[in-house]
Protein backbone atom coordinates (compact mmCIF):
# COMPACT_ATOMS: atom_id res chain seq x y z
CA UNK A 1 0.00 0.00 0.00
CA UNK A 2 1.74 3.31 -1.23
CA UNK A 3 0.76 6.45 0.07
CA UNK A 4 0.32 9.57 -2.06
CA UNK A 5 2.53 12.16 -1.55
CA UNK A 6 3.69 15.51 -2.69
CA UNK A 7 6.25 15.16 -5.81
CA UNK A 8 4.66 11.51 -6.61
CA UNK A 9 4.35 12.21 -10.07
CA UNK A 10 4.30 15.79 -12.26
CA UNK A 11 0.80 17.70 -11.15
CA UNK A 12 0.20 16.23 -7.51
CA UNK A 13 1.27 18.86 -5.50
CA UNK A 14 1.09 19.29 -1.70
CA UNK A 15 -2.78 21.07 -2.40
CA UNK A 16 -4.03 18.47 -4.29
CA UNK A 17 -2.74 15.79 -1.29
CA UNK A 18 -4.58 17.66 0.65
CA UNK A 19 -8.11 18.05 -0.95
CA UNK A 20 -7.84 14.31 -1.79
CA UNK A 21 -7.03 12.96 1.69
CA UNK A 22 -9.86 15.08 2.77
CA UNK A 23 -11.88 12.91 0.28
CA UNK A 24 -10.35 10.14 1.90
CA UNK A 25 -8.13 9.23 -0.88
CA UNK A 26 -5.18 8.11 0.79
CA UNK A 27 -2.96 5.72 -1.18
CA UNK A 28 -2.19 5.04 -4.89
CA UNK A 29 -4.95 2.55 -4.54
CA UNK A 30 -7.96 4.83 -3.64
CA UNK A 31 -6.83 6.88 -6.42
CA UNK A 32 -6.56 4.73 -9.45
CA UNK A 33 -9.96 3.13 -8.43
CA UNK A 34 -12.05 6.37 -7.98
CA UNK A 35 -14.06 7.82 -10.29
CA UNK A 36 -11.62 10.21 -11.47
CA UNK A 37 -14.75 12.79 -13.30
CA UNK A 38 -16.64 12.25 -9.69
CA UNK A 39 -12.75 13.10 -7.97
CA UNK A 40 -12.71 16.29 -10.64
CA UNK A 41 -15.68 18.09 -9.30
CA UNK A 42 -15.38 17.53 -5.76
CA UNK A 43 -11.97 18.65 -5.44
CA UNK A 44 -12.16 21.51 -8.12
CA UNK A 45 -9.55 20.22 -10.15
CA UNK A 46 -8.61 19.39 -13.67
CA UNK A 47 -10.46 16.18 -15.27
CA UNK A 48 -7.56 16.06 -17.71
CA UNK A 49 -4.30 16.79 -14.81
CA UNK A 50 -6.07 14.08 -12.43
CA UNK A 51 -6.34 11.65 -15.87
CA UNK A 52 -2.56 12.54 -16.54
CA UNK A 53 -1.88 11.99 -12.75
CA UNK A 54 -3.65 8.53 -12.77
CA UNK A 55 -1.45 7.22 -15.82
CA UNK A 56 1.76 8.00 -14.48
CA UNK A 57 0.53 6.52 -11.20
CA UNK A 58 -0.39 2.92 -12.83
CA UNK A 59 2.79 3.29 -14.98
CA UNK A 60 4.95 3.08 -11.74
CA UNK A 61 3.06 0.93 -9.62
CA UNK A 62 0.88 -1.13 -11.21
CA UNK A 63 1.69 -4.71 -12.39
CA UNK A 64 2.48 -6.06 -16.04
CA UNK A 65 1.24 -8.91 -17.51
CA UNK A 66 4.18 -11.54 -18.98
CA UNK A 67 3.61 -14.74 -20.98
CA UNK A 68 4.21 -17.81 -19.47
CA UNK A 69 6.68 -18.61 -22.41
CA UNK A 70 8.64 -15.25 -21.28
CA UNK A 71 8.74 -16.81 -17.77
CA UNK A 72 9.84 -19.84 -18.97
CA UNK A 73 12.80 -18.81 -20.43
CA UNK A 74 13.97 -16.71 -17.53
CA UNK A 75 13.87 -19.68 -15.52
CA UNK A 76 15.91 -21.74 -17.91
CA UNK A 77 18.17 -18.79 -18.33
CA UNK A 78 18.69 -17.78 -14.81
CA UNK A 79 17.61 -20.72 -11.98
CA UNK A 80 19.68 -23.14 -10.94
CA UNK A 81 20.02 -26.04 -7.96
CA UNK A 82 22.31 -25.58 -5.33
CA UNK A 83 23.32 -29.06 -3.65
CA UNK A 84 23.62 -28.47 0.02
CA UNK A 85 26.38 -31.17 0.71
CA UNK A 86 23.84 -33.32 2.48
CA UNK A 87 22.89 -36.60 0.04
CA UNK A 88 19.39 -37.22 2.27
CA UNK A 89 18.74 -33.56 2.27
CA UNK A 90 19.21 -33.12 -1.23
CA UNK A 91 17.10 -35.82 -2.10
CA UNK A 92 14.33 -34.38 -0.19
CA UNK A 93 14.19 -31.55 -1.95
CA UNK A 94 14.74 -32.55 -5.16
CA UNK A 95 18.24 -32.23 -5.91
CA UNK A 96 18.60 -28.99 -3.42
CA UNK A 97 17.91 -25.42 -2.52
CA UNK A 98 16.66 -23.81 -5.78
CA UNK A 99 17.77 -20.15 -6.93
CA UNK A 100 14.54 -17.55 -7.20
CA UNK A 101 13.17 -19.18 -4.31
CA UNK A 102 12.46 -19.10 -0.36
CA UNK A 103 13.11 -22.35 1.64
CA UNK A 104 12.33 -22.87 5.14
CA UNK A 105 13.73 -24.51 7.73
CA UNK A 106 11.38 -25.60 10.80
CA UNK A 107 12.71 -26.74 14.05
CA UNK A 108 12.23 -26.40 17.47
CA UNK A 109 15.83 -25.75 19.99
CA UNK A 110 18.72 -27.90 19.46
CA UNK A 111 16.49 -29.48 16.55
CA UNK A 112 19.73 -28.51 14.33
CA UNK A 113 19.01 -25.37 11.77
CA UNK A 114 21.91 -23.86 12.57
CA UNK A 115 24.04 -26.65 11.56
CA UNK A 116 22.33 -26.89 8.56
CA UNK A 117 22.87 -23.55 7.68
CA UNK A 118 26.03 -23.54 8.12
CA UNK A 119 26.59 -26.98 6.58
CA UNK A 120 24.98 -25.15 3.28
CA UNK A 121 27.25 -22.13 2.89
CA UNK A 122 30.14 -23.96 3.74
CA UNK A 123 29.38 -26.36 0.52
CA UNK A 124 28.42 -23.15 -1.89
CA UNK A 125 31.18 -21.70 -0.63
CA UNK A 126 34.00 -24.79 -0.63
CA UNK A 127 33.03 -26.82 -3.44
CA UNK A 128 30.43 -24.32 -5.70
CA UNK A 129 33.03 -21.39 -5.19
CA UNK A 130 30.40 -19.00 -4.92
CA UNK A 131 29.27 -15.91 -2.32
CA UNK A 132 27.20 -16.63 0.12
CA UNK A 133 25.33 -13.99 2.47
CA UNK A 134 24.51 -15.40 5.89
CA UNK A 135 22.20 -13.20 8.28
CA UNK A 136 22.76 -14.24 11.92
CA UNK A 137 19.96 -12.74 14.37
CA UNK A 138 20.54 -15.49 16.90
CA UNK A 139 23.94 -15.56 17.73
CA UNK A 140 24.20 -18.83 16.89
CA UNK A 141 26.80 -18.83 14.08
CA UNK A 142 30.44 -18.70 15.38
CA UNK A 143 33.53 -18.27 13.07
CA UNK A 144 35.52 -21.32 14.92
CA UNK A 145 32.47 -23.89 14.25
CA UNK A 146 32.17 -22.95 10.45
CA UNK A 147 36.00 -22.76 10.02
CA UNK A 148 35.90 -26.59 11.44
CA UNK A 149 33.12 -27.66 9.27
CA UNK A 150 35.17 -26.33 6.43
CA UNK A 151 38.16 -27.68 7.59
CA UNK A 152 36.65 -31.16 7.67
CA UNK A 153 35.26 -31.40 4.80
CA UNK A 154 38.19 -30.99 2.05
CA UNK A 155 41.87 -31.78 2.70
CA UNK A 156 42.81 -28.52 1.31
CA UNK A 157 45.26 -26.42 1.86
CA UNK A 158 44.45 -23.78 4.68
CA UNK A 159 44.90 -20.96 2.43
CA UNK A 160 42.00 -22.63 0.31
CA UNK A 161 39.66 -22.79 3.92
CA UNK A 162 40.95 -19.04 3.92
CA UNK A 163 39.24 -18.17 0.98
CA UNK A 164 36.20 -20.31 1.20
CA UNK A 165 35.59 -18.07 4.63
CA UNK A 166 36.45 -15.01 3.01
CA UNK A 167 32.82 -15.75 0.57
CA UNK A 168 30.82 -15.97 3.14
CA UNK A 169 29.57 -12.52 4.54
CA UNK A 170 28.14 -12.59 7.82
CA UNK A 171 25.69 -9.80 9.47
CA UNK A 172 24.01 -9.42 12.57
CA UNK A 173 20.66 -8.58 13.40
CA UNK A 174 19.70 -9.09 16.47
CA UNK A 175 16.25 -7.01 16.28
CA UNK A 176 13.30 -6.82 13.12
CA UNK A 177 14.56 -3.18 12.61
CA UNK A 178 18.41 -4.78 11.45
CA UNK A 179 17.19 -7.44 9.31
CA UNK A 180 14.70 -4.84 7.94
CA UNK A 181 17.81 -2.13 7.80
CA UNK A 182 20.05 -5.06 6.41
CA UNK A 183 17.95 -6.55 3.85
CA UNK A 184 17.06 -2.87 2.71
CA UNK A 185 20.51 -2.06 1.95
CA UNK A 186 21.55 -5.80 0.24
CA UNK A 187 18.97 -5.41 -2.12
CA UNK A 188 19.04 -1.42 -3.27
CA UNK A 189 20.10 -2.07 -6.71
CA UNK A 190 22.32 -4.96 -5.88
CA UNK A 191 24.89 -2.57 -4.18
CA UNK A 192 24.68 -4.67 -1.31
CA UNK A 193 25.44 -8.05 -3.10
CA UNK A 194 28.33 -6.50 -5.01
CA UNK A 195 30.11 -5.35 -2.11
CA UNK A 196 29.43 -8.73 -0.60
CA UNK A 197 30.94 -11.06 -3.92
CA UNK A 198 34.67 -11.99 -3.26
CA UNK A 199 36.97 -13.44 -6.06
CA UNK A 200 34.77 -12.65 -9.02
CA UNK A 201 32.21 -14.74 -7.65
CA UNK A 202 28.33 -14.29 -7.31
CA UNK A 203 26.06 -14.13 -4.44
CA UNK A 204 24.31 -17.66 -5.06
CA UNK A 205 22.74 -17.73 -1.18
CA UNK A 206 21.25 -15.96 1.52
CA UNK A 207 20.47 -17.26 4.76
CA UNK A 208 18.26 -16.11 7.40
CA UNK A 209 19.41 -17.74 10.82
CA UNK A 210 16.31 -17.18 11.95
CA UNK A 211 13.32 -15.50 11.02
CA UNK A 212 11.02 -15.74 13.85
CA UNK A 213 13.70 -14.49 16.14
CA UNK A 214 13.07 -11.40 15.26
CA UNK A 215 9.44 -11.46 14.77
CA UNK A 216 7.87 -13.48 17.10
CA UNK A 217 8.58 -11.50 20.05
CA UNK A 218 6.72 -8.84 18.41
CA UNK A 219 3.73 -10.77 18.00
CA UNK A 220 1.82 -10.47 21.24
CA UNK A 221 1.14 -6.88 22.48
CA UNK A 222 2.67 -5.37 19.15
CA UNK A 223 0.92 -8.17 16.82
CA UNK A 224 -0.23 -5.16 14.26
CA UNK A 225 2.84 -3.54 13.85
CA UNK A 226 4.39 -7.50 13.86
CA UNK A 227 2.46 -8.22 10.76
CA UNK A 228 3.62 -5.22 9.17
CA UNK A 229 7.15 -5.63 9.67
CA UNK A 230 6.49 -9.76 8.28
CA UNK A 231 5.10 -8.63 5.48
CA UNK A 232 8.04 -6.14 4.82
CA UNK A 233 10.61 -8.89 5.70
CA UNK A 234 8.67 -11.41 3.10
CA UNK A 235 8.39 -8.91 0.54
CA UNK A 236 12.67 -8.05 0.50
CA UNK A 237 13.09 -11.94 0.64
CA UNK A 238 11.06 -12.64 -2.66
CA UNK A 239 12.19 -10.17 -4.12
CA UNK A 240 15.77 -10.45 -3.89
CA UNK A 241 14.99 -14.26 -4.45
CA UNK A 242 13.44 -12.99 -7.65
CA UNK A 243 15.58 -10.01 -8.97
CA UNK A 244 18.90 -11.59 -7.90
CA UNK A 245 18.33 -15.39 -8.50
CA UNK A 246 19.46 -16.59 -5.34
CA UNK A 247 18.62 -19.24 -3.26
CA UNK A 248 17.37 -17.88 0.02
CA UNK A 249 17.08 -20.04 3.12
CA UNK A 250 15.00 -19.18 6.00
CA UNK A 251 14.77 -20.73 9.90
CA UNK A 252 11.76 -20.82 11.63
CA UNK A 253 11.07 -21.84 14.73
CA UNK A 254 7.78 -24.21 15.50
CA UNK A 255 4.59 -24.57 17.84
CA UNK A 256 1.79 -26.75 18.11
CA UNK A 257 -1.79 -26.93 16.74
CA UNK A 258 -5.07 -27.53 18.50
CA UNK A 259 -4.53 -31.06 17.84
CA UNK A 260 -0.71 -31.30 19.54
CA UNK A 261 0.51 -31.52 15.85
CA UNK A 262 3.81 -29.63 15.15
CA UNK A 263 4.48 -27.12 13.03
CA UNK A 264 5.84 -24.22 11.52
CA UNK A 265 5.58 -20.89 13.55
CA UNK A 266 4.74 -17.86 12.47
CA UNK A 267 1.16 -18.38 11.57
CA UNK A 268 -1.27 -18.59 8.26
CA UNK A 269 0.38 -15.42 6.84
CA UNK A 270 3.82 -16.57 7.12
CA UNK A 271 2.84 -19.66 5.60
CA UNK A 272 2.70 -18.80 2.16
CA UNK A 273 6.03 -17.19 1.54
CA UNK A 274 8.45 -20.21 1.67
CA UNK A 275 7.60 -22.40 -1.83
CA UNK A 276 9.43 -25.20 0.26
CA UNK A 277 9.23 -25.80 3.75
CA UNK A 278 10.97 -28.65 5.66
CA UNK A 279 10.50 -29.73 9.08
CA UNK A 280 13.72 -31.01 11.42
CA UNK A 281 12.79 -32.70 14.48
CA UNK A 282 15.46 -34.91 16.56
CA UNK A 283 14.81 -38.45 17.46
CA UNK A 284 15.12 -40.56 20.47
CA UNK A 285 18.36 -42.47 19.57
CA UNK A 286 20.69 -42.11 21.93
CA UNK A 287 23.35 -43.94 20.04
CA UNK A 288 23.30 -41.12 17.35
CA UNK A 289 22.41 -38.06 18.90
CA UNK A 290 23.33 -36.25 15.59
CA UNK A 291 20.54 -38.20 13.71
CA UNK A 292 17.27 -36.04 12.94
CA UNK A 293 14.15 -36.40 11.24
CA UNK A 294 13.35 -34.50 8.37
CA UNK A 295 9.53 -33.78 6.42
CA UNK A 296 8.58 -32.30 3.37
CA UNK A 297 5.53 -30.24 4.79
CA UNK A 298 5.19 -27.84 1.55
CA UNK A 299 6.65 -28.23 -1.88
CA UNK A 300 5.94 -27.10 -5.70
CA UNK A 301 7.56 -30.01 -7.18
CA UNK A 302 7.52 -33.02 -4.89
CA UNK A 303 4.45 -35.04 -3.01
CA UNK A 304 4.19 -33.64 0.95
CA UNK A 305 4.67 -35.37 3.81
CA UNK A 306 7.64 -37.08 2.63
CA UNK A 307 10.05 -38.30 5.36
CA UNK A 308 13.61 -39.21 5.70
CA UNK A 309 16.54 -39.21 8.07
CA UNK A 310 19.36 -36.57 8.46
CA UNK A 311 22.78 -37.02 9.88
CA UNK A 312 23.79 -33.48 11.29
CA UNK A 313 27.56 -35.01 11.10
CA UNK A 314 27.98 -35.29 7.92
CA UNK A 315 28.86 -31.82 6.79
CA UNK A 316 31.75 -32.46 9.79
CA UNK A 317 33.35 -35.42 7.96
CA UNK A 318 35.08 -36.55 5.22
CA UNK A 319 31.39 -38.19 3.30
CA UNK A 320 30.93 -34.81 2.38
CA UNK A 321 34.00 -34.11 -0.27
CA UNK A 322 32.13 -35.63 -3.13
CA UNK A 323 28.81 -33.67 -2.57
CA UNK A 324 27.80 -30.59 -4.01
CA UNK A 325 31.08 -29.66 -5.86
CA UNK A 326 29.08 -27.88 -8.51
CA UNK A 327 26.05 -25.72 -9.13
CA UNK A 328 23.46 -27.19 -11.32
CA UNK A 329 21.46 -25.45 -14.13
CA UNK A 330 18.10 -25.86 -14.20
CA UNK A 331 17.89 -27.62 -17.34
CA UNK A 332 19.75 -30.55 -15.61
CA UNK A 333 16.73 -31.32 -13.23
CA UNK A 334 13.56 -29.71 -14.72
Known amino acids: MVLLREGMCPGLDQDLVRRLRDLHVKTVEDYVSSDIE ?3 RKCSAS ?3 LIAIRRVLLAQHAAFPVSGADLYDELLSSSAI ?6 DLDALLDSGVYTGEVTELAGGPGSGKTQVCMGLAATVSQHLKQNVIYVDTTGGLTAGRLRQMLQSQTSSHEQ ?3 EALQRIAVYRALDIFSLLDCLHRLGANGGGLRQASVGGGSVKALIVDSVSAVIAPLLGSRHQEAMIMMTQVAISLKTMAKDFNLAV ?3 NHVSRNDEGTVQPGLGVAWSHVPR ?3 LLERLPDANRPALRSITLIKSSRRPCLIR ?4 LQWWSTSNSQASGKRELDVNDEL
Open 38 to 40: DLA
Open 82 to 87: LATGNP
Open 308 to 311: AELD
Open 160 to 162: QTE
Open 249 to 251: LVT
Open 276 to 278: TRI
Open 47 to 49: YQA
